[in-house]
């Protein structure tokens, strides 16, 4: 199963591997404190795209069609992300 948490939610004992999806790592968040298991920046939004969307609201929509885009070129790591999934009974992103 594939589940998606925010980085600065605790480790839970149901989270199974944990892969972050961010080309940023989490202000103030040490690596021990995140307990991630790997880190895949390069799968996350394009520093363009998330300078582009900035949080604003009213921009998800469009935002999520030019991510989708942008995943289109990463099928190695998608590809990755699904050997995980088969791997580890649990996989949070």
């Known amino acids: ?3 998606i948490k925010r980085v600065y939610e605790s ?3 149901d989270d199974g591997y944990r892969v972050l999806v961010d080309r940023l790592w989490p202000r103030g968040l040490s690596k021990e404190k995140a307990g991630v298991d790997l880190w895949m920046k390069d799968i996350g ?3 363009e795209l998330r300078k582009w969307f900035n949080h604003e ?3 998800w929509p469009e935002f999520q069609k030019k991510y989708r885009a942008e995943l289109k070129s990463k099928k190695q790591m998608l590809d990755e992300l699904k050997e995980l999934a088969k791997k580890h009974s649990q ?3």
Request: no cysteine; net charge positive.
């Open 45 to 47: 939004p394009s520093n």
């Open 57 to 59: 609201p009213a921009k």
């Open 11 to 13: 480790k839970g004992s």
């Open 1 to 3: 199963m594939i589940t």
């Open 91 to 93: 996989l949070t992103l």
